[in-house]
């Protein structure tokens, strides 16, 4: 890839950040030292197709039912310490009070799951996050080899850096795009993490981990929001939250050391799935946020799959307790409430076709049973700011797109005198990947990723490197135009 950057010229790498909606880059044209084209460079456009393998899962007929439910428990001794080794017959599951026997039982210890990655960039985070990165691309490596896995950054939106993908070395390499910018919308990353969550991913065992230093001061959601979708959905989620809960409270539309954790929201959202919530007092513990990731990666292969009849449909949502016999002392970890809804995962449609002997559904892009492909094409208007050569930047950009096919063409131009072409393709369902040449004077070129989850996408992307006028940070965010009706 960094060679595929050599040109005419230098060039000037664009560090293409996804958004919940959709993500993008722009490039000014100039002419960089080396050493300031950022490591992001280095990343690989194309998505391959996602690599699901055949898993222990409960039987189509189970899958099929409307009162199937399924949870993951946890089983900890006396003493704190993981129980391994348990049966079905050591199990007992109680849903509203009333014992429901165990009609499907798993023991996770080679179980592949699907893992989203949330990542907070707000610009708290700055001096955090090369810790950060070092610790994350441990705990991927330390990963089940057949675990899809996608990452997410936040600040005041949230930015998909790597949609789903087996190819464990892509997610690696996204954790160079981190920028530290912006306020904290976490509650609104931890709703985007869900969407994707349950619209993607291989498996029937999920899991988000969510990495903070701070409180919400940026969502359009609120707690409850969360807190209600939270209840619906069946991931479990492992939140880090780094800083000290007891600091003071941020003012109003304040970004950086004023900031406080908020452990009480983050153990709240986490102990509602049967995950854990991990605290990092001290800023810059890089032992115990490894320490911390390693046991949640443990925990991943030591758990158990527990499902059962509910006793109605219309009970859905009701108390559920997990009960361990014949080991005393044992306690057990695990949601406790059912799921009002149990959406029908990738996993359950392709164990039902295969076992009913029909093709499996649609797959484009690696993503099972979803939506026909997204179109790009378009026109985006936004503004850029950021620091250019010390000075303060401020530009209006529009983007225009077009689409045939998989193919993608369009142009860009910026208020500033910027502008150039862009080329690309759709490689996944809701991907693009393009390669920006800007025209005059500074020539340069950038590759990028553009993830769209929804409708109505917004556009976002960031730079680090230098233009014309000497080093430039910045950050833009355009919105495509609606379609004449």
């Known amino acids: 890839m960094a060679q595929g950057l050599a040109l005419e010229r230098s060039l000037a790498s664009w560090t293409i950040v996804a958004a919940a909606l959709a993500g993008f880059s722009v490039l000014w044209g100039c002419t960089p030292p080396a050493s300031r084209v950022p490591a992001a460079s280095l990343v690989p456009v194309e998505n391959p197709p996602l690599v699901c393998v055949d898993a222990d899962v409960p039987s189509a007929e189970l899958q099929s039912r409307n009162d199937y439910e399924q949870l993951t428990a946890t089983v900890v001794d ?16 109680y849903e509203n009070g009333k014992e429901r026997p165990v009609q499907f039982f798993r023991s996770d210890s080679n ?44 600040s005041d939106r949230s930015f998909v850096l790597q949609p789903d993908t087996t190819d464990h070395s892509l997610v690696a390499l996204r954790l160079a795009l981190f920028h ?11 709703l985007q993490g869900i969407e994707v969550s349950e619209k993607s991913g291989c498996y029937d065992k999920k899991l988000i981990l969510l990495i903070t230093d701070g409180m919400d001061t940026a969502s359009t959601a609120t707690l409850a929001d969360v807190q209600a979708r939270v209840r619906k959905q069946g991931a479990l989620i492992y939140a880090i939250g780094i800083g000290d809960p007891d600091a003071g409270t941020s003012p109003p539309m304040s970004v950086g050391p004023f900031e406080r954790v908020d452990v009480e929201t983050l153990k709240g959202l986490s102990s ?14 890089k032992e115990k946020l490894l320490q911390a990731l390693n046991q949640i990666s443990d925990e991943l292969r030591d758990q158990y799959a527990l499902g059962f009849l509910s006793g109605a449909p219309a009970a859905a949502g009701g108390k559920v307790a997990v009960e361990v016999v014949h080991h005393q002392g044992s306690t057990v970890r695990s949601r406790p409430s059912l799921p009002e809804i149990q959406p029908a995962s990738s996993a359950r449609l392709l164990t039902a076709a295969r076992e009913k002997g029909l093709p499996a559904p649609t797959s484009v892009g690696g993503q099972q049973g979803q939506a026909p492909k997204i179109d790009f094409g378009g026109i985006y208007e936004g503004d850029v700011s950021g620091t250019s050569g010390g000075k303060h930047l401020a530009a209006h950009l529009t983007i225009t797109v077009t689409q045939t096919g998989n193919e993608i063409a369009g142009t860009w131009t910026t208020t500033e005198g910027g502008a150039g072409k862009l080329t690309g393709k759709v490689t996944a369902l809701t991907t693009a990947s393009f390669h920006l040449e800007p025209t005059g004077s500074c020539k340069g070129s950038a590759e990028g990723i553009a993830s769209f989850i929804g409708t109505g996408p917004t556009v976002h992307g960031s730079y680090a490197g230098s233009d014309c006028k000497g080093p430039l940070d910045a950050w833009f965010v355009a919105t495509k135009r609606p379609q004449p009706q």
Do not use: C, W
């Open 78 to 93: 006396a003493s704190g310490n993981r129980v391994h080794g348990l049966g079905k017959d050591d199990f007992k599951v």
């Open 272 to 285: 509602e799935t049967g995950g854990r919530t991990f605290l990092i007092a001290k800023e810059g513990d």
């Open 180 to 190: 530290a910018f912006g306020r904290t919308a976490l509650y609104d990353a931890v």
């Open 111 to 154: 179980t592949p799951a699907s893992v989203g990655i949330l990542v907070d960039t707000s610009g708290s985070m700055d001096s955090k996050l090369p810790q950060t990165r070092e610790a994350l691309a441990q705990f991927i490596g330390r990963l089940n080899e057949h675990d899809d896995v996608f990452l997410v950054a936040f």
